[in-house]
């Protein structure tokens, strides 16, 4: 009969040769491992078991199954509104060599002790690696920031404008913001999900309010004293007159105070006319066209009668070097009163008739005329669609009180715009003087499709520079996102 004490020590030897075996074994398939070319048992890459594969054999396997099974797009909604975003929009896919690389490297460290630990750690509880998500961050956000503007409540800022001789101050309206950087989280979250169990978010925004209406900086704005028109010529430079125009700060702020939440307040300006005006000057202070530019329109009655009244609005307008034009400013608000028809507009993501539609086809005229004289654009946003008076990328939209176009006189002598609307054609045209402090080229724009969605279509647009017919520069103006109709 075995004593106790021969027991312990015979039990506590067939542990350690158990131990030892155990050790042997696992330390001749780490060898075996460490030598072989093939990922060790017990790993997969999201869910796709990859053991025993090479890391050719594995990214193969798991880059088309995760190809397959990539949500192709996530719908976004807001309140009765959904907008689609498709992965091809931002350039989203998985890192799968990364991740297989990581695979691999399991038990390959090069530190023997480290190495056996991690193998043993791997065999025995296994391990799913999650690939990242690559994409291309700035173009999810200019795809947020498109779906921004297409929202239904937007933030109307407080502005102002002048019609006739009054000062037109128009109050604001509180809009919804996006959650820029919470959505673009959520969007890579539901990529990154491919069971497909959330495909549609709720736009996370947030109340913007709209800026107070500071009367000072309307004033120092607006504020002229009167001043002739005169020219000189070394250098050759045409000054245009200005007419002088003032209203009383606190009588305005007064009447604000009185009734804050009124939608706008109409005040008397004082003018003081200049006793001499470019006209007079006896000379044609433009002389050179820089550019012109046309499109087509359907003689709709209404519609005719809105482009009329926007191109009348920039027509004759002289804008001085460093001089910034603002389209909204210029225009003003499209009103009834103004004279404004109701006829087709892009709104809430469907075609509908709106008071002043048709106006963003002068904008569109005007801003290829801007980029034929090598003018500085400064602000400026595509429509929801694709407009029938232009390519895509070649359009700018606005919306009183939230989208402006905007450009500068990037040029050493002043310039004028000349605008028309007639038998089917609007025209803009930009007058100035050729000079040797301002480099002339031969400007074009190309536009190229580069991108189609289910859902929409992307453009990039190019400023292409020439001189003697050589191209010496070519500049990327914009991306633009379109829904499809």
């Known amino acids: 009969m075995i004593s106790k004490k021969n027991f312990i020590v015979i039990y506590l030897i067939l542990i350690a040769v158990v131990i030892g ?24 890459v999201k869910g796709i078991n990859v053991s025993g594969l090479t890391r050719e054999e594995a990214k193969q396997l798991v880059g088309e199954k995760l190809k397959s099974e990539l949500n192709d797009h996530i719908i976004l909604k807001y309140q009765n509104y959904e907008y689609y975003v498709e992965v091809e929009q931002f350039e989203a896919k998985f890192n799968v060599e990364a991740s297989i690389e990581l695979a691999y490297q399991i038990g390959r ?7 056996i630990k991690d193998y043993a750690s791997v065999l025995m509880a296994k391990i799913d690696i999650d ?49 820029t ?27 913007e309010y709209p800026d107070k209406i500071n009367v000072q900086a309307i004033h120092n704005d607006i504020y002229r004293q009167a001043q002739n028109a005169y020219y000189t010529t070394e250098p050759r430079m045409v000054y245009a007159e200005v007419v002088g125009v003032d209203f009383d700060i606190p ?60 191109s009348n609005k920039i027509n004759g307008k002289v804008i001085m070097p460093g001089e910034e034009f603002s389209f909204n400013k210029i225009v003003g608000k499209r009103t009834v009163a103004a004279g404004y028809k109701n006829a087709a507009i892009f709104s809430d993501g469907q075609v509908t008739d709106g008071l002043g539609g048709g106006i963003c086809q002068v904008t569109t005229t005007l801003y290829d005329a801007v980029v034929f004289a090598n003018l500085q654009i400064t602000s400026r946003r595509n429509h929801m669609f694709v407009p029938s008076y232009a390519t895509g990328g070649r359009d700018a939209t606005v919306v009183y009180g939230s989208t402006d176009f905007k450009f500068k006189n990037s040029r050493s002598y002043p310039i004028k715009i000349v605008s028309s609307v007639d038998k089917g054609i609007a025209t803009v045209s930009i007058y100035g003087y050729k000079n040797e ?49």
């Open 109 to 115: 460290s090069g530190k023997i002790g480290k190495d």
């Open 131 to 179: 690939p990242i998500l690559d994409y291309n961050q700035e173009a999810l956000k200019n795809y947020i920031e498109t779906i921004q503007a297409q929202l239904p409540d937007q933030l109307e800022q407080s502005s102002y404008y002048v019609d006739d001789d009054k000062l037109v101050i128009t109050n604001g309206k509180n809009g919804a913001k996006i959650y």
């Open 251 to 310: 009588t305005v702020e007064n009447k604000i105070s009185e009734n804050a939440e009124a939608e706008e307040y109409r005040i008397p300006l004082s003018y003081t006319k200049p006793e001499v005006t470019v006209s007079d000057l006896g000379m044609d202070p433009f002389p050179d066209l820089l550019s012109t530019f046309s499109t087509k329109y359907v003689n709709n009655p209404d519609r005719t009668t809105n482009l009329r009244l926007a």
């Open 437 to 485: 402090n301002d480099p002339e080229y031969e400007i074009s724009i190309e536009t190229n499709l580069v991108k189609t969605t289910p859902t929409s279509l992307v453009y990039d647009a190019y400023k292409i520079y020439k001189q003697n017919g050589v191209v010496v520069k070519k500049e990327k103006m914009s991306r633009d996102t379109y829904k499809k109709y």
């Open 181 to 207: 950087e919470e959505l673009e989280q959520r969007i890579i979250e539901e990529v990154q999900d491919i069971t497909y169990k959330n495909m549609c978010i709720d736009i996370p925004t947030f109340t």
């Open 21 to 44: 075996i155990l050790v042997a074994s696992m330390i001749t398939f780490y060898i075996c491992h460490k030598n072989s070319d093939k990922i060790q048992s017990g790993v997969s």
